[in-house]
């Protein structure tokens, strides 16, 4: 299934959640740039386990390994992110994205603690957002794109029932990764952590409804 929208329009608008799809952009548009010099920035900027920096979790999360990587994970900030943004306020939804990139590419490091290879992806930092999207909007559908063979047709589900087959498959993924040896490939215990971040800084972040002013006895 893709997601081509959601069915909970924003109030305001989410200048945050522009600001990073563009910034994901610009990095990436700069990594095509470098040419033959990509893989040695991604090295450098990326989260290297065996490396183990902190700034490395925070430069990670805006590098992407190709164009179907950045497509895919901006289709998903672009459709979740606004509406998140919009219950937290900008400034507290910038602090709990970047709080749930740092605690995704922890989870992926500790999952695999001797590997050499650069995890980059805002795939974790978005993960977060979907597991506050899912507490925080319950009742919303999102249109996809569903494929049956060779079949492709628009379906409108359960938002709930989308995070949660989105969460279920990731983590069984995750699960599969441990039986095997060290190596590249997607990192699905960033979304996990990332998802489970997401869930519990979601509730502590959100804006709270300023009381009514009135009369005090």
């Known amino acids: ?15 945050v959640n522009y600001c990073l799809i563009a910034a994901n952009v610009a990095v990436f548009v700069f990594e095509l ?4 010099r990509a893989e040695a920035f991604l090295f450098a900027y990326g989260l290297v386990p065996r490396e183990f920096a902190f700034s490395r979790l925070l430069t990670s999360m805006f590098l ?3 164009i179907a990587h950045l497509l895919g994970n901006m289709l998903y900030l672009y459709i979740f992110g606004d509406n998140v943004e919009d219950r937290m306020g900008h400034g507290r939804y910038l602090a709990f994205y970047l709080l749930c990139g740092v605690a995704a590419g922890s989870a992926q490091a500790l999952t695999n603690p001797d590997s ?3 995890m980059v992806g805002a795939s ?12 925080f909007f319950r009742r919303a559908r999102v249109v996809t794109l569903v494929f049956l063979f060779l ?17 279920l498959w990731q983590l069984g993924s995750g699960v599969a990764t441990l039986a095997r040896a060290p190596g590249g490939g997607v990192a699905f215990w960033a979304h996990v952590g990332g998802f489970v971040a997401g869930m519990i800084l979601g509730p502590v972040m959100r804006e709270r409804p ?8």
Do not use: C, K, Q
Not at 33 to 36: A, C, D, I, P, Q
Not at 124 to 135: D, N, Q, T
Not at 210 to 217: A, K, S, V
């Open 1 to 15: 299934m893709i997601p081509l929208r959601d069915t909970i329009p924003s109030a305001r608008v989410p200048v």
């Open 33 to 36: 740039s470098l040419g033959e």
């Open 64 to 66: 992407h390994g190709g």
């Open 116 to 118: 050499g290879l650069p």
């Open 124 to 135: 974790g930092a978005i993960a977060g957002v979907l597991g506050a999207y899912m507490l």
């Open 151 to 167: 079949f492709i047709f628009r379906a409108e589900v359960p938002a709930v029932f989308f995070l949660v087959v989105w969460f």
């Open 210 to 217: 300023r009381p009514r002013p009135g009369w005090i006895n």
